[in-house]
């Protein structure tokens, strides 16, 4: 029998207690790790504290777990593990949440104080390690305080929406002292200075065509619906920032799809055009607005209004007129407030705009559609008397069979990434991507933590066979922990997203990215899990249907999808030069 109440006023406890009374105020229910002497004893305390503790196949794994589950909890998400190199298989995950403002919690105990700095059993310095990945590091430098750092990580991870460290010399979990266990602060962000809202909302009611970009924040602040009523009142077309296509929902009539890297026509098209852009719960970040589809859509001579939660990133990336510094969903309300009763010159041309709404939407639709296969030469080359599916029409059919209130995570590859056109989503806190991290092996382990979070979502992985050979291990976790989920994994052979840029700039030499494969399937269920193999079209909406209706019986499925090379757009064509050899002996790779 678990006990949930905390210890109330000063009580003579262990450091153990102290910690695990703390993690218990903050509501902590799971915690994602591999075990190790350094915490086993506060871990003893787990189980009478109500703590589930989820041992994982790699460190790296429980970091993005723990990513996942906050990301769809809209609370903590708790990884720790052993001294030393327990420690150092964080790091991957700790800067993927760190870039997608998880507020992931890691706690790192290290080695103790008396032997610290001798070189002794897993000794590494744990605090320069993660000091640029991280929003605040607690260090516990007197066991006396352990409660009181451990509070302040929570705290500070909700406040600056980030994760922290929270790093306990193993010595320290020992010993008998006066705690009083410390409430957890929450603070409230407001909406922004009065001056700005005034001016941003001077700025909307003069717009002609004004457009929202709705990006995490208002994910993160369950802002959607504030948003959607100051999208209406606006009758504004809405686009989602770059990997947040869970920001607005799709079937509303200003659902204008997500911006950026194999992103929406029709929301590019549509921002293109507006006057005053209010950018709301987004950093801008620099790849989520690159060109496009040969859209170089960002409007340079609109207004834009920026709101984030950080005020250093206001004005950081895009030229801003006005910064506010507040919450999402806050800024949508008092915005929404100020501007209901006044007259806005954007409803003189309220049909106008609502006709090139759908006009685009109906357009990028059909494209979509009438996009069964990429084009180019090498893919034209690829697909000639190829029996694989094509990766777009497969994904239509996914994107088709998706259940309703399904969480999706999506990895860092080629058929990933266009699959992001075909992931629209009706409710918040439903996609996972690894964000502008962009590590591959992020996905599956991103989505075993949202489904610890959800257990009763169905939930989804899209994996290239890469980034699968880094990450299927955590199916064990699946299988040992009854955590069912599904992977889709697209079997292309290939290192896609890279060979593209082999494609494209190196005449297609290709070093290190072909890849020869097992049988995923067969490996999934040596492993104990399920595993259909998937080659055609017809069978792609079924299977995925099946594999979400086996999550309800406890069972993972991993979906092994028989698809071409052939590939989408590449990542980074602007950060790519065509080869120059000077040297006679390379003078042929170019
Ligand atoms: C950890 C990590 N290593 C390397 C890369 C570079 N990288 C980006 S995409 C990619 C290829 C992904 O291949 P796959 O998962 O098979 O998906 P595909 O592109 O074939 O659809 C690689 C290696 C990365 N993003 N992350
Ligand atoms: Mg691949």
């Not at 006057?275 to 589809?293: C, E, K, M, Y």
């Not at 694989?388 to 860092?412: C, F, G, W, Y």
């Not at 610890?452 to 979502?457: H, K, N, S, W």
């Not at 993972?556 to 050899?581: I, K, N, W």
């Given at each position: 029998?678990?006990?949930?109440?905390?210890?109330?006023?000063?009580?003579?406890?262990?450091?153990?207690?102290?910690?695990?009374?703390?993690?218990?105020?903050?509501?902590?229910?799971?915690?994602?790790?591999?075990?190790?002497?350094?915490?086993?004893?506060?871990?003893?305390?787990?189980?009478?504290?109500?703590?589930?503790?989820?041992?994982t196949v790699h460190e790296q794994g429980a970091g993005h777990m723990a990513d996942g589950f906050s990301r769809i909890a809209g609370r903590h998400g708790v990884c720790m593990a052993q001294n030393g190199p327990g420690i150092t298989n964080f790091v991957t995950a700790i800067a993927a949440a760190y870039w997608a403002h998880s507020p992931v919690v890691m706690i790192t105990p290290e080695s103790g104080t008396m032997t610290m700095g001798l070189g002794g059993f897993q000794?590494?310095?744990?605090?320069?390690?993660?000091?640029?990945?991280?929003?605040?590091?607690?260090?516990?430098?007197?066991?006396?305080?352990?409660?009181?750092?451990?509070?302040?990580?929570?705290?500070?991870?909700?406040?600056?929406?980030?994760?922290?460290?929270?790093?306990?010399?193993?010595?320290?979990?020992?010993?008998?002292?006066?705690?009083?266990?410390?409430?957890?602060i929450r603070i409230e962000h407001g909406a922004g200075g009065t001056q700005a809202l005034q001016e941003a909302a001077d700025l909307l009611a003069n717009a002609k065509f004004p457009v929202i970009l709705s990006g995490g924040g208002v994910v993160m602040s369950n802002g959607v619906e504030a948003c959607v009523k100051l999208a209406e009142l606006l009758d504004a077309p809405v686009v989602s920032s770059y990997l947040h296509n869970d920001s607005f929902p799709a079937s509303h009539r200003l659902w204008c799809g997500p911006l950026g890297y194999q992103g929406s026509?029709?929301?590019?098209?549509?921002?293109?055009?507006?006057?005053?852009?209010?950018?709301?719960?987004?950093?801008?970040?620099?790849f989520g607005t690159l060109p496009q589809h040969g859209l170089d859509y960002w409007p340079k001579n609109a207004k834009i209004i920026q709101v984030d939660a950080d005020p250093k990133m206001l004005g950081l990336v895009k030229k801003i007129s006005v910064g506010l510094a507040g919450d999402a969903r806050s800024a949508a309300l008092a915005l929404t407030q100020q501007l209901q009763g006044r007259q806005l010159a954007c409803h003189a041309n309220r049909e106008e705009r609502t006709a090139q709404i759908r006009q685009q939407k109906d357009a990028w639709s059909k494209e979509l559609t009438e996009w069964t296969h990429e084009k180019d030469p090498y893919s034209l080359d690829m697909i000639r008397n190829a029996a694989e599916m094509h990766p777009r029409q497969m994904l239509r059919e996914l994107e088709k069979a998706l259940p309703k209130n399904v969480m999706v995570s999506t990895d860092i590859g080629n058929i990933c990434s266009v699959s992001n056109s075909y992931l629209r989503f009706e409710q918040p806190r439903?996609?996972?991507?690894?964000?502008?991290?962009?590590?591959?092996?992020?996905?599956?382990?991103?989505?075993?933590?949202?489904?610890?979070?959800?257990?009763?979502?169905?939930?989804?992985?899209?994996?290239?066979?890469?980034?699968?050979?880094?990450?299927?291990?955590?199916?064990?976790?699946?299988?040992?922990?009854?955590?069912?989920?599904?992977?889709?994994?697209?079997?292309?052979?290939?290192?896609?997203?890279?060979?593209?840029?082999?494609?494209?700039?190196?005449?297609?030499?290709?070093?290190?990215?072909?890849?020869?494969?097992?049988?995923?399937?067969?490996?999934?269920?040596?492993?104990?899990?399920?595993?259909?193999?998937?080659?055609?079209?017809?069978?792609?909406?079924?299977?995925?249907?099946?594999?979400?209706?086996?999550?309800?019986?406890?069972?993972?499925?991993?979906?092994?999808?028989?698809?071409?090379?052939?590939?989408?757009?590449?990542?980074?064509?602007?950060?790519?030069?065509?080869?120059?050899?000077?040297?006679?002996?390379?003078?042929?790779?170019?």
């Amino acid at each position: 029998m678990s006990n949930r109440n905390v210890t109330q006023g000063r009580t003579r406890m262990t450091p153990s207690e102290a910690f695990v009374e703390t993690l218990v105020a903050n509501g902590v229910t799971d915690v994602f790790g591999i075990v190790g002497s350094a915490c086993m004893d506060a871990l003893d305390l787990f189980p009478a504290a109500g703590i589930r503790y989820i041992p994982t196949v790699h460190e790296q794994g429980a970091g993005h777990m723990a990513d996942g589950f906050s990301r769809i909890a809209g609370r903590h998400g708790v990884c720790m593990a052993q001294n030393g190199p327990g420690i150092t298989n964080f790091v991957t995950a700790i800067a993927a949440a760190y870039w997608a403002h998880s507020p992931v919690v890691m706690i790192t105990p290290e080695s103790g104080t008396m032997t610290m700095g001798l070189g002794g059993f897993q000794e590494t310095e744990q605090l320069p390690i993660f000091s640029k990945i991280t929003k605040f590091q607690g260090h516990v430098n007197n066991p006396r305080r352990i409660a009181e750092i451990t509070g302040r990580c929570f705290d500070r991870a909700m406040l600056d929406m980030g994760p922290t460290q929270l790093n306990i010399p193993r010595d320290y979990f020992y010993g008998e002292y006066e705690y009083e266990i410390p409430q957890p602060i929450r603070i409230e962000h407001g909406a922004g200075g009065t001056q700005a809202l005034q001016e941003a909302a001077d700025l909307l009611a003069n717009a002609k065509f004004p457009v929202i970009l709705s990006g995490g924040g208002v994910v993160m602040s369950n802002g959607v619906e504030a948003c959607v009523k100051l999208a209406e009142l606006l009758d504004a077309p809405v686009v989602s920032s770059y990997l947040h296509n869970d920001s607005f929902p799709a079937s509303h009539r200003l659902w204008c799809g997500p911006l950026g890297y194999q992103g929406s026509k029709a929301g590019m098209e549509l921002i293109s055009k507006a006057d005053v852009v209010l950018a709301l719960g987004t950093r801008l970040g620099p790849f989520g607005t690159l060109p496009q589809h040969g859209l170089d859509y960002w409007p340079k001579n609109a207004k834009i209004i920026q709101v984030d939660a950080d005020p250093k990133m206001l004005g950081l990336v895009k030229k801003i007129s006005v910064g506010l510094a507040g919450d999402a969903r806050s800024a949508a309300l008092a915005l929404t407030q100020q501007l209901q009763g006044r007259q806005l010159a954007c409803h003189a041309n309220r049909e106008e705009r609502t006709a090139q709404i759908r006009q685009q939407k109906d357009a990028w639709s059909k494209e979509l559609t009438e996009w069964t296969h990429e084009k180019d030469p090498y893919s034209l080359d690829m697909i000639r008397n190829a029996a694989e599916m094509h990766p777009r029409q497969m994904l239509r059919e996914l994107e088709k069979a998706l259940p309703k209130n399904v969480m999706v995570s999506t990895d860092i590859g080629n058929i990933c990434s266009v699959s992001n056109s075909y992931l629209r989503f009706e409710q918040p806190r439903s996609m996972l991507a690894a964000m502008s991290f962009g590590n591959c092996g992020y996905a599956f382990p991103a989505v075993i933590g949202a489904k610890v979070a959800a257990p009763d979502r169905p939930a989804v992985a899209y994996v290239g066979d890469g980034a699968w050979g880094m990450s299927f291990g955590e199916i064990l976790t699946c299988v040992r922990e009854k955590i069912p989920v599904t992977a889709v994994v697209f079997h292309n052979r290939q290192w896609g997203a890279e060979k593209k840029n082999q494609v494209d700039f190196y005449s297609r030499r290709f070093v290190g990215t072909d890849l020869e494969n097992p049988s995923f399937a067969a490996i999934a269920r040596s492993m104990g899990a399920e595993g259909i193999v998937v080659d055609k079209l017809g069978d792609v909406g079924s299977a995925l249907a099946a594999a979400c209706e086996a999550q309800l019986k406890g069972k993972t499925t991993v979906l092994e999808m028989m698809v071409t090379r052939e590939l989408g757009d590449p990542f980074r064509r602007d950060a790519l030069s065509m080869p120059v050899r000077k040297l006679e002996k390379y003078k042929d790779y170019v």
